[in-house]
């Protein structure tokens, strides 16, 4: 019984390495304080790409449920993440303003995170919980793509100076909110 047959082995070492990858994948949550630097994006440039930088970010979610006094309450935690290895950037077209409106996007999701937690405060949930916070998960996600695809089109992905500013001062007033 010593000894391992080698697909085996092999199909071990695999699984064992997925688990390790997906355990360091690297996530930076939201924090007021927290400002992008470019060594915060470690992705390599995919080939072919014309963008000069990508800030990937997104937002999770997890609940429970329980029942206090006959009425079914929900317990949830969102949050809005960064993902600094699937992040990247072109070191010889990028700069400040760049990096401004990279760290708007992620302030934006977080904008989003907001909302969505705003909205499960305020659903009355039925047995479907389940359905119900992802239907309002999904929704949250449209949202969040159709207003960071608006942002990117008005600032014309920060080019436009006089915008990105307008962009930069209506974004961080709704983070005081």
């Not at 309450?73 to 760049?98: G, H, L, M, Q």
């Not at 479907?128 to 014309?156: G, H, M, P, W």
Request: charged share 25%; proline share 2%.
């Amino acid at each position: 019984m010593g000894f391992i047959k080698k697909p085996y082995f092999i199909l071990i070492l695999s699984v064992l390495f997925s688990i390790s990858n997906l355990q360091s994948q690297e996530e930076v949550v939201w924090e007021p304080e927290f400002r992008f630097t470019w060594n915060d994006f470690k992705g390599a440039v995919p080939i072919g790409s014309t963008a000069a930088a990508t800030t990937a970010s997104g937002i999770s979610y997890n609940f429970s449920t329980f029942y206090e006094n006959d009425e079914l309450t929900i317990d949830y935690k969102v949050y809005a993440y960064f993902y600094p290895t699937r992040s990247w950037y072109r070191s010889d077209v990028c700069n400040e303003v760049t990096l401004l409106h990279e760290q708007l996007h992620f302030d934006i999701t977080e904008l989003y995170a907001r909302k969505m937690r705003k909205e499960l405060a305020e659903a009355k949930f039925t047995e479907n919980v389940k359905a119900e916070v992802r239907k309002i998960y999904k929704s949250t996600l449209r949202q969040l793509n159709d207003f960071q695809n608006k942002y990117d089109s008005e600032t014309n992905y920060s080019r436009n100076l006089t915008v990105q500013e307008r962009w930069v001062s209506d974004i961080e007033s709704a983070l005081i909110e």
